[in-house]
């Protein structure tokens, strides 16, 4: 009979230390975009967490005697048409996309839930005008163009930005949330929770809110960098957060002019962007394959 301390060491059990190192180098070796898109996210959560630490200059601070200078030591993105850094911009930057993105996220999340929730969960009346009419109507205005025109309406600003984006937003978590409770609602343990006296809250809580919640992570991953880009463009518009906040959209749109005489203005800003954007869409295919078990399989997860 084998020791405590060769019962440790059997070799047909490793050591959770190992077990980690395997699933790391195993998901190294068969996601890399992923692992590149979470080390973005990471990078781009610092840069708004600690903006006010890691950015060497005041964002707004005006230098006109150093107006469209190239990058160099004193300011490594060079700075735009006021003097100011860009690189300091760019780190604030950050800080406003992702907060309009995590915002407008959790809002849509939030309404797509209520509305798809009671639809899928009631049916009936409730389905036909939450689903053929609310749905519908808002689906038929383009997401974008439902933004301007409430922004616009209303005047820039955070609160009404996020609203903006939100309002069109809401109808793709609703419609997967209604699609996936009509799939579970008639499940066995559903209907056990049922015939035990069990509310429909709680059952929407405990029992079917948990077996649908994978699809929507994904689609809030997707939605975030639709979040961010849809930020950008109204921004680049004008009808963004107002200055002094720096904002990757307006600095693309003052940058404009300067298109062929001081290019560093547009292709950082761009390049932020672009990365951002990417690495949601990497982290979202990445929780798709790793959340179906299928996929997982086919790929050695």
């Given at each position: 009979m084998l020791a405590p301390a060769e019962l440790s060491l059997s070799p047909s059990v490793p050591p959770a230390p190992a077990r980690l190192r395997s699933r790391l180098s195993t998901t190294?070796?068969?996601?890399?975009?992923?692992?590149?898109?979470?080390?973005?996210?990471?990078?781009?959560?610092?840069?708004?967490?600690?903006?006010?630490?890691?950015?060497?200059?005041?964002p707004a601070s005006i230098d006109l005697l150093h107006r469209l200078a190239p990058p160099s030591?004193?300011?490594?993105?060079?700075?735009?048409?006021?003097?100011?850094?860009?690189?300091?911009?760019?780190?604030?930057?950050?800080?406003?996309?992702?907060?309009?993105?995590?915002?407008?996220?959790?809002?849509?999340?939030?309404?797509?839930?209520?509305?798809?929730?009671?639809?899928g969960y009631y049916g009936g009346w409730l389905d036909v005008a939450i689903n053929t009419f609310l749905m519908n109507a808002f689906m038929a205005l383009p997401g974008i163009l439902l933004a301007i025109a409430f922004v616009a309406f209303l005047g820039p600003g955070l609160v009404n930005l996020i609203l903006a984006l939100s309002i069109g937003g809401w109808v793709g978590y609703a419609r997967l949330v209604r699609a996936q409770v009509l799939a579970v609602r008639e499940r066995e343990y559903v209907e056990a929770a049922r015939a035990l006296g069990a509310g429909d809250l709680r059952i929407f809580i405990r029992h079917?809110?948990?077996?649908?919640?994978?699809?929507?992570?994904?689609?809030?991953?997707?939605?975030?960098?639709?979040?961010?880009?849809a930020e950008a463009t109204l921004s680049f518009l004008g009808l963004g957060v107002p200055p002094p906040v720096s904002s990757w959209g307006e600095m693309l749109n003052d940058a404009r002019p300067y298109l062929f005489d001081a290019p560093h203005l547009v292709v950082f800003p761009a390049i932020a962007v672009a990365l951002c954007v990417l690495s949601f869409n990497f982290l979202g295919d990445a929780l798709r394959d790793y959340l179906d078990p299928r996929t997982r399989l086919t790929i050695g997860l």
């Open positions: 190294l070796r068969t996601q890399p975009l992923a692992v590149f898109g979470i080390v973005l996210i990471v990078l781009f959560a610092a840069f708004a967490l600690f903006a006010p630490w890691l950015a060497p200059y005041n030591h004193a300011h490594w993105l060079g700075t735009d048409e006021l003097g100011r850094d860009i690189l300091s911009r760019v780190i604030y930057g950050a800080r406003l996309s992702l907060t309009v993105a995590v915002s407008v996220v959790s809002l849509s999340f939030f309404l797509g839930l209520v509305f798809g929730g009671l639809a079917i809110f948990p077996n649908i919640l994978q699809p929507l992570i994904v689609q809030a991953a997707i939605g975030m960098a639709g979040a961010v880009l």
